[in-house]
């Protein structure tokens, strides 16, 4: 669903097909299943986008950046996965402090490497520290997350593809803006 959310949106800012660009995206996606990680999947991602028609330079800058810093299949199984293993285990969850949580983990997230299990283990920190999490519950919730790791990794390396073609956009309306200033 968060891709065709990002695709969505971004198809209506380049005015671009997302279902193509989606569809154009698929070997980034299975690559990244198989790998486990963005940082291997970078290659493959990085064609996909040129075969989106994104200008080159654009995404030779764009891919293998958000591959490292955008990982919203990442901490959407991140947040998910706690608030699952929270309600299980019958620890009350207070809204505020989850709240506060989500976004420290979207800021942890940045520094997460693209390695397949690095997110989960940039995360442990702020887990244990906000959500007050035990040694028991942090086994469980790396092991149920490297369980699917794969999948959320699938998630961030095709929604690279989103970011790109909006980057593209933006990029060659600056172009046309600078043009018409010059001249």
Same mark, same amino acid.
């Given at each position: ?82 608030? @699952? /293993? $929270?309600?299980? #285990? =019958? ?6 402090? !989850? ?7 979207? &800021? ?10 690095? @997110? /989960? $283990?940039?995360? #442990? =920190? ?6 007050? !999490? ?7 919730? &790396? ?10 990794? @699938? ?29």
């Amino acid at each position: 669903m968060l891709l065709l959310i990002q695709y969505f949106v971004a198809g209506a800012i380049s005015r671009r097909n997302p279902m193509k660009a989606l569809k154009t995206m698929l070997p980034a996606y299975m690559t990244a299943l198989g790998t486990s990680s963005s940082a291997a999947t970078i290659p493959v991602t990085l064609q996909c986008a040129l075969n989106n028609k994104i200008n080159p330079s654009i995404a030779s800058f764009v891919i293998p950046l958000c591959a490292t810093i955008h990982l919203a299949g990442s901490v959407m199984k991140i947040v998910g996965f706690s608030l @699952a /293993i $929270m309600y299980f #285990i =019958g620890v009350p969850v207070d809204f505020a402090t !989850f709240i506060g949580f989500i976004f420290m983990v979207g &800021i942890t997230m940045i520094a997460a490497p693209g390695v397949p299990g690095g @997110a /989960i $283990m940039a995360a #442990i =920190g702020i887990i244990q520290s906000m959500l007050g !999490f035990n040694e028991q519950m942090i086994g469980l919730m &790396i092991t149920v997350y490297i369980a699917v790791d794969s999948f959320g990794t @699938a998630c961030n390396v095709t929604g690279d593809g989103a970011i790109a073609m909006i980057m593209d956009k933006l990029a060659a309306k600056n172009v046309r803006e600078g043009e018409g200033a010059i001249g």
